[in-house]
């Protein structure tokens, strides 16, 4: 296969995976977050959580952009993910072919953006792909950085960073990145010869360059918000969030810790990340794992390029973040290291396979067999995303008819299901609750209109010792994939009885 | 040599790192929706429809607001309370709290209109309105609610939107703002009349007209004494390490 035809079916691949998306959108937000950003298009104002803080404004930015051609603000929103993602191509090429050849850098690419997981994500209207994007120009931006000693390349990783922070807020971690550039920019001064005076002012120097770039959004922020002041106490109040709603203690111990590390590794990043949930693309993976395994010899940290040790680096740290501080129900928030994953993974399994023929062909193989699984899988599930109506909708449905069908009208009480009434409008009562007397108060005023609750809300009371016997009458479940949203998949719709 | 810094450098801010989301396990996002006054009443209202009733907790619990409310409603509306309290009368102590709940309505939408031109302060004293609607909205008829629902979309929207980097800019329209304030407070108020206590006192309750502190009650989380005091630390700290360094000759 010659450069041209490479360039070609490479070209094709892209083309096709990117239109899929573009018509297989899941425009119609279906959680807190999704509606968070998709109202923000119309009206940016975080006090009323639109979107949450602290505000993703280049995302939403991008957003209202697009959404001067793109009519649904949901759409916009993806299709600004999908242009930035694409951009990625070219990051991704460049770091690859710091390690293998034009050909197989790009099978490294249509490895990284055939990954099904990134399809189901990009399809929504949720920051993750924009971010992830502009990640991968985030670490070929480091690489340069590394590569060279003028002063322009030490500043691009410095703006990528900041680009990176006014979308997704929760990739700081990756600034360790930005840590370690400082470093060894000291040390390669000290052996280059220069004083500490000297290279103490750079650094400085940099430091006010990388806040600068951070002030950019944050005065976006601050302008939004009407005064600096008034941007302060709302940043303050979000802030102090915490225990308060709960009267609980979070207590965790070295058990839970353990826990919470299998659920992100096995759960979140190997079974839904990588492999979707489906057997078949897991077996595909570990016998690739196995030939990788087989094909190479031993990996020493020292063999590996400083960049890949930074690389490695930045994963650790970022795991270590979401190990110990995000939701571990949500798989989304180890996006980055799927993403890192498959890189690394389709590198490995193509790299230096030179030496005997049935290694180079099973290698290619396999890699081509990995992107074809992949794409497919995703594929298959990107339009199931977009077709399938979530639980949270059939549980709208369901009491917009209750509504109707009753006399008086009906109040229901949930947990986040509330956001998405809200976008909907839909026509009956509804709120958010978390603490039980405080829900009993309210059917005692209530009465005797029906009262529905939903099964999060309920089991928040359970998981606060209220005694709930002959209480409650389950009424329906609504179920809809796990893997698109995985907390609200299965919602369960009870009425409350007086 | 050069390897070895390099890790030990790594590893240091590592542990840095690894020490800085312990805390935040358990997060959940704050509300500066919610206000206090009313979330207090919350937790009264429950407190006095356990029995038997402990009078002390439901003290206790007025007793943390009852400072806030003598100065923004009067001292008189706080003796009432504190009658209903000792007479251990449940229904007109929670009647007159209701009472107090809509004083605060409507206090925050006279300072808001006060201070119209202030798009941050006017929003979160609007919110702070509405996180007090919505503790009283359970004891209003449904159809008023609906009603009162959408007048506070209005009075919201009505408040304009200075944009994200200028996009999406609205302007704000002071005349419907007054519109659907006033609708709300003439609708709500009148289910929540205030019961006085004092003998001979029959003139309606009405808001002190100097009024010495800030439409906000700023909790001040910063002193500025102790942060003048820290800005100094830290100069003189950075002040004395260039001077150790300077005679370390590495300077």
Redo the contacts between chains.
């Keep these: 296969m010659n450069n041209v035809t490479q360039l070609l079916a490479f070209a094709g691949f892209i083309v096709f995976i990117y239109i899929w998306r573009w018509i297989y959108t899941a425009n119609l937000p279906a959680t807190w977050d999704q509606v968070d950003f998709v109202l923000a298009?119309?009206?940016?104002?975080l006090?009323?959580m639109q979107p949450?803080?602290p505000g993703y404004?280049y995302y939403?930015?991008g957003g209202?952009?697009a959404h001067r051609w793109i009519l649904d603000p949901g759409t916009a929103l993806i299709v600004f993910n999908l242009i930035v993602m694409l951009s990625s191509i070219v990051p991704i090429y460049a770091l690859s072919r710091r390690y293998t050849t034009h050909g197989k850098s790009l099978l490294i690419i249509a490895g990284v953006h055939s990954t099904a997981y990134l399809w189901i994500l990009s399809a929504q209207p949720m920051a993750e792909t924009s971010a992830l994007a502009l990640l991968c120009w985030y670490w070929w931006s480091l690489s340069k950085a590394m590569d060279s000693t003028t002063y322009g390349w030490q500043l691009f990783p410095l703006f990528v960073f900041s680009l990176i922070m006014g979308i997704r807020l929760s990739y700081l971690?990756f600034g360790?990145g930005i840590?370690?550039l400082w470093?060894?920019d000291y040390?390669r001064g000290r052996?280059a010869g220069y004083s500490?005076?000297r290279l103490?002012f750079r650094l400085l120097g940099w430091v006010a360059w990388a806040l600068l770039f951070q002030s950019i959004w944050v005065i976006?922020l601050i302008?939004?918000?009407?005064?600096i002041?008034?941007?302060i106490?709302?940043a303050?109040?979000?802030?102090?969030?915490?225990?308060?709603?709960?009267g609980g203690t979070?207590s965790?111990s070295v058990i839970d810790l353990l826990q919470r590390l299998y659920t992100l590794i096995v759960h979140n990043l190997l079974w839904t990340g990588l492999t979707v949930q489906s057997i078949s693309m897991a077996a595909l993976l570990i016998v690739s794992l196995s030939f990788i395994i087989y094909k190479s010899k031993k990996v020493q940290w020292s063999q590996l390029d400083l960049f890949a040790r930074w690389f490695v680096?930045m994963g650790v740290?970022y795991l270590?973040?979401a190990w110990?501080?995000q939701n571990i129900d949500k798989p989304r928030h180890i996006a980055p290291l799927i993403l890192m994953t498959i890189g690394v993974l389709s590198l490995i399994l193509i790299r230096n396979t030179n030496e005997q023929s049935w290694k180079r062909y099973l290698s290619l193989g396999l890699i081509h067999l990995l992107i074809l699984t992949q794409a497919s899988t995703g594929a298959i599930i990107v339009k199931q995303q977009s077709e399938e109506q979530p639980a949270v909708y059939q549980l709208a449905e369901r009491l917009q008819q209750l509504q109707t069908e009753s006399e008086?009208?009906i109040m229901v009480y949930t947990w986040e299901e509330t956001r998405v009434f809200e976008f909907l409008q839909v026509e009956f009562?509804h709120?958010r609750i978390y603490t039980f007397?405080?829900f009993?108060?309210?059917t005692?005023?209530?009465s005797p209109?029906r009262i529905f609750i939903t099964g999060q809300a309920l089991d928040g009371f359970i998981a606060q010792g209220a005694e709930l016997e002959h209480q409650t009458q389950l009424v329906e479940v609504f179920h809809s994939d796990t893997r698109f949203d995985p907390v609200y998949a299965e919602i369960r719709l009870y009425e409350w009885l007086h | 040599m050069r390897q070895n810094k390099l890790r030990i450098t790594i590893i240091m801010l590592f542990v840095l790192c690894l020490l800085l989301p312990g805390g935040a396990l358990a997060y959940s996002y704050g509300d500066p929706n919610k206000e206090d006054v009313a979330e207090s009443f919350k937790e009264i209202v429950v407190e006095l429809n356990l029995s038997p009733i402990d009078w002390s907790k439901a003290e206790a619990i007025y007793k943390a607001r009852r400072a806030e409310i003598s100065s923004h409603f009067g001292e008189d509306v706080a003796v009432t309370l504190d009658v209903n309290l000792s007479d251990e009368d449940k229904e007109a102590f929670i009647a007159n709290y209701k009472a107090v709940l809509g004083m605060n309505l409507k206090r925050r939408f006279d300072y808001s209109l006060k201070a119209f031109d202030d798009y941050a302060a006017t929003k979160l004293l609007v919110a702070k309105a509405k996180g007090t609607y919505d503790v009283i909205k359970p004891y209003l008829p449904s159809d008023k609610t609906d009603e009162l629902d959408k007048a506070f979309n209005v009075a919201y929207d009505a408040l304009g939107n200075p944009g994200l980097f200028g996009v999406g800019e609205k302007p704000s329209d002071e005349a419907v703002f007054k519109e659907q304030s006033a609708y709300i407070l003439n609708t709500v108020l009148p289910f929540l009349p205030f019961e006085d206590q004092i003998e001979g006192d029959s003139k309606p309750k009405q808001q002190p007209d100097e009024v010495e502190h800030a439409p906000m009650e700023r909790t001040k989380k910063t002193n500025t004494a102790i942060s003048t005091f820290i800005i100094l630390l830290v100069i003189a700290i950075i002040g004395i390490g260039i001077w150790i360094f300077r005679k370390k000759k590495l300077l």
């Design positions: 298009i119309d009206r940016f104002d006090l009323v949450h803080f404004p939403i930015l209202m952009i971690a360790f840590v370690l470093v060894y040390l052996v500490f005076r103490l976006g302008m939004s918000a009407g005064n002041s008034g941007f106490q709302m303050m109040a979000f802030t102090g969030g915490h225990f308060h709603d709960w979070a965790f680096v740290a270590v973040f110990l501080a008086l009208p009562n709120k007397p405080f009993l108060e309210e005692k005023a209530l209109r």
